[in-house]
């Protein structure tokens, strides 16, 4: 049993909190969604999309290149300052998935990238029935590092990860009954790094960002030597590493 303080709300808040810190890493190595991922999320008809838990801005960025009018929501102020500066004609606001600062049928997308699993469910979902107009969609999307090549399941087991994040807590993400047309569709694709980045990739993940400095330290060293030593990797200057992108697609009632 937990001890107050220790428990699974607290090692929640230590790692949504630990995003700040490390934004710039985070932005560095982080891969981003596919086009044929972002065409899936986003209806053709739709115009004014909220982007929530925007991070930096990666999604954001796919969205304004397709010329639609994005407000995003972020609560991690380093996160919100570097979608600022690369996305200067994007409403940034501070806020969260169950109390998202924007009025009742508002927009008519709703996007979340890598960050639906962080939510309290019911009330982000009820949150996102509540700003979406009529009709309006829902498009959750999430990497997975593809786990059935072997190098990479070695990677994931290293980082305590070898279910992908969401997959860990559930298959599906739970959106529930103020949505309906619930569509999974994966997208297969390779995103190349040289192979120091991705040992700070690694870096980058929730369970390495809480540990001691020691322990971290260690951590990343490990990954250092599967990198450089394992025989798919060894001499490689750019490793493709190979991911499975979920997206999940809902309609409002
Ligand atoms: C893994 S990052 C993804 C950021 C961005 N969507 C991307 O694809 O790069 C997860 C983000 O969720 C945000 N987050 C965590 N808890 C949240 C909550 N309850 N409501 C809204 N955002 C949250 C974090 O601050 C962080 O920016």
């Given at each position: 049993?937990?001890?107050?303080?220790?428990?699974?709300?607290?090692?929640?808040?230590?790692?949504a909190?630990?995003f700040?810190?490390?934004?710039?890493?985070?932005?560095?190595?982080?891969?981003?969604?596919?086009?044929?991922?972002?065409?899936?999320?986003?209806?053709?008809?739709?115009?004014?999309?909220l982007d929530l838990a925007a991070g930096t801005g990666k999604l954001t960025?796919?969205?304004?290149?397709?010329?639609?009018?994005?407000?995003a929501v972020e609560p991690a102020?380093?996160m919100r300052?570097?979608l600022?500066?690369?996305?200067?004609?994007?409403?940034v606001h501070a806020g969260t998935a169950e109390?998202i600062?924007?009025?009742?049928?508002?927009?008519?997308?709703v996007t979340v990238a890598q960050a639906w699993h962080w939510f309290?469910?019911?009330?982000a979902?009820?949150e996102v029935?509540?700003?979406?107009?009529?009709?309006?969609?829902?498009?959750i999307v999430w990497?997975?590092?593809?786990?059935?090549?072997?190098?990479?399941?070695?990677?994931?087991?290293?980082?305590?990860?070898?279910?992908?994040?969401?997959?860990?807590?559930?298959?599906?993400?739970?959106?529930?009954?103020?949505?309906?047309?619930?569509?999974?569709?994966?997208?297969?694709?390779?995103?190349?790094?040289?192979?120091?980045?991705?040992?700070?990739?690694?870096?980058?993940?929730?369970?390495?960002?809480?540990?001691?400095?020691?322990?971290?330290?260690?951590?990343?060293?490990?990954?250092?030597?599967?990198?450089?030593?394992?025989?798919?990797?060894?001499?490689?200057?750019?490793?493709?590493?190979?991911?499975?992108?979920?997206?999940?697609?809902?309609?409002?009632?």
């Amino acid at each position: 049993m937990s001890t107050p303080g220790e428990g699974p709300e607290r090692r929640h808040a230590e790692h949504a909190a630990s995003f700040t810190h490390h934004a710039d890493e985070y932005d560095a190595v982080r891969p981003g969604y596919p086009p044929a991922a972002v065409d899936l999320l986003v209806p053709a008809r739709a115009h004014d999309v909220l982007d929530l838990a925007a991070g930096t801005g990666k999604l954001t960025a796919s969205l304004v290149a397709r010329g639609l009018q994005v407000v995003a929501v972020e609560p991690a102020e380093g996160m919100r300052e570097q979608l600022a500066a690369r996305l200067p004609q994007v409403e940034v606001h501070a806020g969260t998935a169950e109390r998202i600062p924007l009025p009742d049928a508002s927009v008519d997308a709703v996007t979340v990238a890598q960050a639906w699993h962080w939510f309290d469910e019911p009330a982000a979902a009820a949150e996102v029935a509540r700003v979406l107009r009529p009709g309006g969609t829902l498009g959750i999307v999430w990497n997975d590092r593809d786990e059935d090549v072997p190098w990479v399941a070695a990677y994931g087991t290293l980082l305590h990860e070898a279910a992908g994040p969401q997959l860990a807590r559930g298959t599906h993400p739970t959106v529930g009954d103020g949505f309906t047309d619930v569509l999974r569709t994966d997208v297969r694709w390779e995103h190349a790094l040289a192979p120091e980045d991705l040992v700070r990739l690694a870096g980058t993940r929730s369970y390495a960002l809480v540990l001691p400095p020691d322990e971290r330290e260690a951590l990343l060293d490990r990954v250092r030597t599967l990198v450089t030593t394992h025989p798919d990797l060894a001499g490689l200057d750019r490793v493709p590493v190979p991911y499975v992108t979920r997206v999940y697609t809902a309609r409002r009632r």
